[in-house]
Antibody, heavy 119, light 110 residues
Framework: QVQLVESGGGVVQPGRSLRLSCAASGFTFSSYGMHWVRQAPGKGLEWVALIWYDGSNKYYEDSVKGRFTISRDNSKNMLYLQMNSLRTEDTAVYYC????????????WGQGTTVTVSS | QSVLTQPPSVSAAPGQQVAISCSGSGSNIGINYVSWYQQLPGTAPKLLIYEDNKRPSGIPDRFSGSKSGTSATLGITGLQTGDEADYYCGTWDSGLSAEMFGGGTRLTVL
């Protein structure tokens, strides 16, 4: 079945780095754009980044531009989020999610991985 | 503050119906499809409506979507206690080149 499994979350000090991974299975990963979406404790959904199916285009939410990098390895069916210069406000559950072609709906979501930025 | 505006909360009795609004602009809802997501407590979001008014396989027809101009609406009929969740609208903003989510609406089934 279609599945997205995130990993790499944890507790990290402000200013440090963390890399999240997302393993995709059950579909042709190289045919889909992929998002990272986060949710701070008790808050709503916040889009973080999008990468096109072939990695040729990347888009970022303003507060993470220059600090976060989205990437993918289609040969391994993997999505990544490199997070540098982490801030306390980056504390959230991070979801990996699939972007449906044409309709652009976020049609498949992972279970999320928790990132806590704290000294 | 979200680009897409939703009411923070709505409530209704079991068996009744509710409508959740999502207001945007000409660069997002006005020109792109709207999706709706349901997030049950402690779980990941799930796609409920896509392409403004279509339901993925497995979503009951109690859930419906509509759009007019720069606003969209999620309708839920025959409310059940299991429908208690947070509901989010979402769409692409072509001006900002960013995916947008509404602030979310908490549904309480009294």
């Amino acid at each position: 079945q279609v599945q997205l499994v995130e990993s790499g979350g944890g507790v990290v000090q402000p200013g440090r780095s963390l890399r999240l991974s997302c393993a995709a299975s059950g579909f042709t990963f190289s045919s889909y754009g992929m998002h990272w979406v986060r949710q701070a404790p008790g808050k709503g959904l916040e889009w973080v980044a999008l990468i096109w199916y072939d990695g040729s285009n990347k888009y970022y939410e303003d507060s993470v531009k220059g600090r976060f990098t989205i990437s993918r390895d289609n040969s391994k069916n993997m999505l990544y989020l490199q997070m540098n210069s982490l801030r306390t406000e980056d504390t959230a559950v991070y979801y990996c999610a699939r972007r449906a072609p044409r309709t652009y709906a976020v049609d498949v979501w992972g279970q999320g991985t928790t990132v806590t930025v704290s000294s | 503050q979200s680009v897409l505006t939703q009411p923070p909360s709505v409530s209704a009795a079991p068996g009744q119906q509710v409508a959740i609004s999502c207001s945007g602009s000409g660069s997002n809802i006005g020109i792109n499809y709207v999706s709706w997501y349901q997030q049950l407590p402690g779980t990941a979001p799930k796609l409920l409506i896509y392409e403004d008014n279509k339901r993925p396989s497995g979503i009951p027809d109690r859930f419906s979507g509509s759009k007019s101009g720069t606003s969209a609406t999620l309708g839920i009929t025959g409310l059940q206690t299991g429908d208690e969740a947070d509901y989010y609208c979402g769409t692409w903003d072509s001006g900002l080149s960013a995916e947008m989510f509404g602030g979310g609406t908490r549904l309480t089934v009294l």
